[in-house]
C-alpha cells in the first residue's frame, strides 16, 4: 500500500486548526513547546480556542495575550525562573479568559483518559478540595468496590493536538532521544490521546535514517495528520539535547508583557510583523541561535 506524504508547511498545518475547537500543545513547563505552531496560530487570528494543558507556559500566555483563547483547562500557567505569566493574570482576573484549575497529576490523567477511551477518570484525593468544589464536570460517586468517595473526572479530549519534536521523516514518523524527559514522555501521551496530530520537528530524515533506529520512533506515521520541518521551532524554549533556552529573549517577552500595550508592540515585531517562522528565525540571528546549541547537553 503506498504511503500518504504528510509534510507540509506550518502555514498549511495550521490551517487545519478551526476557530472554537480544543487544543492541546506539548512540552512542559518552558521545555519544548511547540512555539513556531502557536506563533502560526497567532499570525491566522484563529479564535475562541479552548486550551488543554498539564502544566503551561509562554505558549499560553502568547495565546492569551494574542486574543487566540477563549478558555484554559489546566493545572498552571508561568514562566517558571522567569516569572509571573503576566497576559494569562490580567485576562484571568479580568474575567476574559475563561479558567478551568486542575490539580498537576489529575491534568495529566485526562489525557490518560483519552489515550484509553474511557468516558472519565477516576481520582481518590479531590476531598476537600475547592476543584472538585468549583468544576460542575468533575462528579462524584461512591467506589462499587470499597463504597469509598470518588471522583469522575472527564478526560481532555482535544480536537486536535501540536508538539515539536527532534526528527520525523515525510510520512510522518517521529523520533526522541532515547534519553527521555518529562516534556517528551508528555508528548508522546498527548499523541495518543487525538486523532489529529500536527508535528513540527527540528529535522526531516529519510525514512531509512529512521528504520535503523526503529526503537526511537515513538509517534508512528498512522497517528500524525501533518510534519512540518521547523528548525529552532520550540524557540525560545528548550529542545534538550539540541539547543538551550533562550534566556535573553525570555526577559524580553517577559518585560515587554508588562503591560498591554507594549506586549502589542511585542507582537508586532516579533510574531504578527514577520512573514514566517524562517523570518522569526532571521531576526533572532544565526550567531545567538547556534550559541544555544553550544550550551546544550549532548544526547
Known amino acids: 500500500m503506498k504511503r500518504t506524504v504528510k509534510l507540509t508547511s506550518l502555514k498549511e498545518a495550521v490551517?487545519?486548526?478551526?476557530?472554537?475547537?480544543?487544543?492541546?500543545?506539548?512540552?512542559?513547563?518552558?521545555?519544548?513547546?511547540?512555539?513556531?505552531?502557536?506563533?502560526?496560530?497567532?499570525?491566522?487570528?484563529?479564535?475562541?480556542l479552548t486550551l488543554i494543558g498539564i502544566l503551561n507556559g509562554i505558549e499560553a500566555d502568547l495565546l492569551t495575550g494574542a486574543g487566540v483563547l477563549h478558555c484554559i483547562e489546566t493545572s498552571y500557567v508561568g514562566l517558571e525562573r522567569f516569572g509571573l505569566a503576566r497576559n494569562f493574570r490580567r485576562a484571568a482576573e479580568s474575567g476574559v479568559l475563561k479558567t478551568v484549575d486542575y490539580p498537576e497529576l489529575i491534568a495529566w490523567d485526562r489525557f490518560r483518559a483519552s489515550q484509553e477511551g474511557?468516558?472519565?477518570?477516576?481520582?481518590?484525593?479531590?476531598?476537600?478540595?475547592?476543584?472538585?468544589?468549583?468544576?460542575?464536570d468533575i462528579v462524584p460517586f461512591a467506589c462499587p468496590v470499597t463504597a469509598r468517595q470518588m471522583w469522575a473526572v472527564p478526560p481532555a479530549n482535544p480536537d486536535v493536538v501540536l508538539l515539536h519534536a527532534p526528527l520525523g521523516d515525510e510520512y510522518?514518523?517521529?523520533?526522541?532521544?532515547?534519553?527521555?524527559?518529562?516534556?517528551?514522555?508528555?508528548?508522546?501521551?498527548?499523541?495518543r490521546c487525538c486523532d489529529r496530530v500536527i508535528v513540527s520537528v527540528e529535522k526531516i530524515v529519510s525514512p531509512q535514517q529512521l528504520s535503523r533506529q526503529p526503537h526511537l520512533v515513538e509517534i508512528p506515521a498512522f497517528r500524525t495528520t501533518h510534519i512540518v520541518e521547523a528548525p529552532f521551532g520550540a524557540h525560545p524554549t528548550s529542545v534538550p539535547g539540541i539547543y538551550d533556552c533562550d534566556e535573553r529573549a525570555f526577559w524580553d517577552y517577559v518585560t515587554a508583557s508588562a503591560t498591554p500595550q507594549r506586549f502589542a508592540q511585542w507582537l508586532q515585531q516579533h510574531i504578527t510583523g514577520v512573514a514566517d517562522h524562517q523570518a522569526y528565525l532571521d531576526q533572532s540571528g544565526n550567531r545567538r541561535l547556534l550559541a544555544l546549541r553550544n550550551m546544550a547537553i549532548p544526547q
Open 172 to 191: 510522518g514518523n517521529v523520533a526522541f532521544h532515547s534519553r527521555k524527559m518529562l516534556p517528551q514522555s508528555a508528548d508522546i501521551t498527548l499523541s
Open 15 to 48: 490551517s487545519t486548526v478551526r476557530d472554537g475547537e480544543r487544543i492541546a500543545l506539548g512540552g512542559f513547563a518552558i521545555y519544548q513547546r511547540p512555539m513556531a505552531l502557536t506563533a502560526e496560530l497567532v499570525r491566522q487570528k484563529k479564535r475562541q
Open 118 to 136: 474511557l468516558p472519565f477518570w477516576p481520582c481518590t484525593f479531590l476531598g476537600g478540595s475547592g476543584v472538585a468544589a468549583n468544576n460542575p
